[in-house]
């Protein structure tokens, strides 16, 4: 019999080893069913939302500070593993959560982590986010936003604990309506209308989609505003994939218009304010009247359209 170099034999078996310890660094388990701790720290940019004692703004927190629990009511917070299966998902009362920390535990793996936060009546239905749903069907002010912040991010959870802080984004914008002149004695309300638009927010992948009554957005004016310029009249609302119509009604008590703009082709971006600003009961303008910029308080470069 031939007998085998026993140089050969050290070399297959040193090749047969260095297959084996390739796999090392895959993403199983060294013990099954071991988990890491995941910790994630949530943060807000801090952001002062303006505030005046002559605005009214019908959805929008005074300010936003640093503190998730200061300033949301809802953190809700949804894993996903790499095929796509939801393996994890969990809302919190920010009001009295103890921490700003989300704390889990992941084998390893790849992940998609979605967070988000929102004020009173904020809700995720289907992987979309939206306010006002109730008891399965839509409530009262269904789809009447407020200040909401969100982030979509991965993972890979490696044979040790990850510890991340994560930053939210501002999902919505705001739109405003400034009016320079006098406001007349005899005005009642302010009405916002618009056409219908994408309400929905799909977390992971940041789009929106069709769904919900749209509501006329009205307003009382206070008497300490009257015969006043400089009223302003604010609203949050999602942002807009395509144009959309604004008009602005002011009437008297009885429901008589007083004065009425209609602004064509305005596109809401995330984290600015669409400003209407001008003069309201002089002589109507037109759609051309209208040039824009974007607000200074949320976004540095802010869209203020004259008219």
Not at 77 to 91: A, E, L, M, P
Not at 142 to 160: C, E, G, L, M
Not at 256 to 268: A, D, E, H, L
Request: hydrophobic letters at 35%; one cysteine or more.
């Amino acid at each position: 019999m031939k007998k085998i170099n026993p140089y050969i034999l050290f070399l297959v078996i040193v090749a047969l080893f260095g297959c084996k310890k390739d796999h090392s660094n895959d993403l199983k388990p060294t013990v099954s069913g071991k988990k890491y701790a995941l910790n994630l720290n949530l943060n807000v940019l801090s952001q002062q939302i303006e505030a005046s004692s002559n605005k009214l703004s019908v959805n929008a927190v005074v300010s936003d500070t640093a503190s998730v629990r200061s300033m949301f009511t809802t953190i809700g917070v949804i894993i996903r593993d790499s095929t796509g299966n939801q393996i994890f998902f969990k809302k919190y009362n920010a009001k009295t959560y103890t921490t700003g920390t989300i704390r889990d535990s992941l084998v390893t793996g790849k992940y998609t982590i979605a967070i988000y936060a929102g004020q009173e009546g904020c809700d995720i239905i289907s992987n979309f986010l939206c306010y006002g749903y109730q008891n399965g069907g839509q409530g009262l002010g269904y789809n009447s936003w407020k200040d909401t912040f969100a982030k979509v991010f991965a993972v890979t959870v490696q044979h040790s604990d990850i510890n991340q802080t994560v930053q939210l984004d501002r999902i919505v914008g705001e739109i405003e309506l400034d009016v320079n002149d006098n406001i007349p004695a005899n005005a009642y309300s302010f009405t916002l209308s618009r056409t219908r638009e994408d309400l929905n927010y799909l977390l992971f992948t940041s789009a929106l989609v069709p769904g919900g009554a749209l509501y006329d957005v009205k307003v009382i004016i206070p008497d300490t505003s009257k015969n006043k310029p400089n009223f302003k009249f604010t609203y949050i609302t999602p942002y807009t994939a395509k144009s959309f119509p604004v008009t602005y009604t002011c009437r008297d008590v009885s429901g008589n218009v007083i004065s009425q703009r209609v602004f064509n082709s305005n596109i809401v971006q995330k984290n600015q304010r669409l400003i209407y600003k001008g003069n309201f009961f002089g002589t109507p303008g037109t759609s051309s009247d209208f040039q824009p910029t974007l607000s200074s308080i949320w976004d540095p470069n802010p869209i203020n359209i004259s008219f």
